[in-house]
Nanobody, 115 residues
Framework: QVQLVESGGGLVQAGGSLRLSCAAS????????MGWYRQAPGKERELVAVITNGGSTYYADSVKGRFTISRDNAKNTVYLQMNSLKPEDTAVYYC?????????WGQGTQVTVSS
């Protein structure tokens, strides 16, 4: 019903910035919130940021003040602007869409931050 395609990951030096994009297609009208998760090797997947259909946002303490989640409704795309990146931000980042009959996940995009 919903397909999510992420892009924007890559290799960046500590202190640098990246912007991740997640384009939603299919039956997107059911989506009530979209978020970004990340998972580092050997660690649990964790919520990074979420934006609701009402525009409310939430950030994990570890990224608050550095990351910004936003949405372009016309393009059905959610973004994660990541500034002041740290090596501990290295992970596979996954886009998530909630509110439909099932949660939907993107394929993941690798973010690697070198020291």
């Amino acid at each position: 019903q919903v397909q999510l395609v992420e892009s924007g990951g890559g290799l960046v030096q500590a202190g640098g910035s990246l912007r991740l994009s997640c384009a939603a297609s299919g039956d997107t009208i059911c989506i009530s919130a979209m978020g970004w998760y990340r998972q580092a090797p050997g660690k649990e997947r964790e919520l990074v940021a979420v934006i609701t259909n009402g525009g409310s946002t939430y950030y994990a303490d570890s990224v608050k003040g550095r990351f910004t989640i936003s949405r372009d409704n016309a393009k059905n795309t959610v973004y994660l602007q990541m500034n002041s990146l740290k090596p501990e931000d290295t992970a596979v980042y996954y886009c998530n869409a909630g509110g439909c009959s099932d949660d939907y996940w993107g394929q993941g995009t690798q973010v690697t931050v070198s020291s």
